[in-house]
């Protein structure tokens, strides 16, 4: 299982956060899932400032990320789900965001939490959803390392 071997993060004292989830639109059940989990991690943490903005699709997310972070929000999660089909737009779409979302976050410093699943089919997105039965909750995950990352450099220059 994926999930093996994950860090118990804990997040505190990040109420004051300006923090922003930029979700994909495409597969809604999944999508719904994982923006559900970065809600409540948002809400655990108990950041004040919060947006979600929708987008079309997985290939999108990092311009998003790119606006919100030079906006001058202290973290970024971007959340989408690609499922392998027939052809390679899979692989095109995968590489983009990946690509993109690490060009955010090492652009502009600012953290962005990775919450998107690529699977080879749904069965493998809902268990990563954190929907009821899932295994996995990637939304929340992926905010949870948004989080800590901002704490982290924030103390280490404090």
Aim: charge should be negative; charged fraction near 25%.
């Amino acid at each position: 299982m994926s999930g093996e071997g994950a860090p118990e993060l804990r997040v505190e004292n990040v109420g004051d956060l300006r923090v922003a989830v930029v979700a994909a639109l495409w597969h809604q059940t999944v999508m719904d899932g994982l923006v559900a989990g970065a809600r409540r991690a948002l809400e655990e943490a108990e950041v004040r400032d919060a947006l979600v903005l929708r987008v079309p699709g997985s290939f999108e997310l990092p311009v998003a990320a790119a606006r919100l972070a030079r906006a001058g929000y202290d973290a970024v999660v971007a959340l989408g789900v690609v499922v392998r089909g027939e052809t390679p737009h899979f692989d095109y779409v995968c590489q983009a965001a990946t690509d993109g979302l690490t060009r955010v976050t090492v652009d502009t410093g600012v953290p962005v939490g990775f919450g998107v699943l690529t699977c080879d089919d749904e069965e493998q997105a809902l268990a990563r959803a954190g929907l009821p039965g899932s295994k996995e909750d990637k939304g929340y995950e992926a905010t949870q390392a948004a989080l800590a990352t901002v704490v982290a450099l924030r103390d280490s220059y404090a």
